[in-house]
């Protein structure tokens, strides 16, 4: 009987069938104990059931299936299958094509999702050299980095550190400089962006926390630009009783209110190394 299951577990997973696999797995409850032993004295169905289950997953990742990739990994535990991600090395692939599609339909929020699902099951892991470990300690001994990294995903491991200080913009990038849409009409036919800075600027908006993110930048640098036109006689006051002035940072007009600046500036600047929001103007 559990030898009959076993075949029928293979057969299904060559066919990818979801309704008949589930079928399948009511089998395998019927008497798991007997399933798994017959599944370790019998090697060469093992290597069939392991081969066609990996097939799979590679495939939905191929096709953009993701969904279809979550339900297959749900499957593991109960095939009595140990999730090996070095059988899964379209991966990576999938993630670099995820992140552009989602860039270009300005789903941003969709990416940190899905990051933070193959975090958190380690389909991220992989080997680093000693460069990449430098990279790894130098953002791990950034506060407001790691704190960053915390409140978007979570947990923080080094492979989350490693995806997306390197491989994310590295992967996009190359795609860029490859695809003819972002290519100028130039004889040459070169790239518009000559360098990876140049490339991020087109990514300095987006919405995050159900808010639009714009030329982000310091603390510091606000409160400096704030000091520097409040001394100015350009000063433009918008309300002298709430003592509100207007002045403009990154081509956009600020309205502020000096007591609130005045207020808590010392403190804001006093905590440089923690990772805030500070509702400025």
Known sequence: MALSIIKKAVETLKSGNFIELEKVFLLIMEDSNSYFTELDLNKKLREQ?????????????????LENFKRLLDFSDKLDIFLDIDKIPKRFEFLSAFFINSIQLGRIGEIFGVIR?????????????????????KVKNS????????DIFKKVTNSLIYYTFKSMIDNMYR??????YFR??????????????EFLGILDIYPMYGLRVEKLGTVE??????????????????????NLIEFNLGKRIHIVS???????????????DHYNFYNLS
């Open 184 to 197: 100028t009409t130039s004889e040459d036919n070169s790239s518009p962006f000559d360098t990876k800075e």
């Open 49 to 65: 059931l392991e081969k066609n289950y990996y097939r799979w997953l590679n495939r939905y990742l191929e096709l953009g299936q």
């Open 221 to 242: 640098e606000y409160i400096h630009r704030f000091q520097e036109y409040g001394n100015s006689k350009e000063i433009k006051i918008i309300d002298t009783d709430l």
């Open 258 to 272: 000096v007591n609130n600046i005045e207020k808590n500036r010392d403190n804001i600047l006093s905590n440089r």
């Open 143 to 150: 506060r407001l980095l790691f704190a960053n990294l915390q």
């Open 175 to 180: 795609f860029i400089l490859q695809e003819p």
């Open 117 to 137: 699902f193959f975090n958190d099951i380690g389909l991220l892991e992989r080997e680093f050299s000693k460069e990449d470990l430098e990279l790894i300690e």
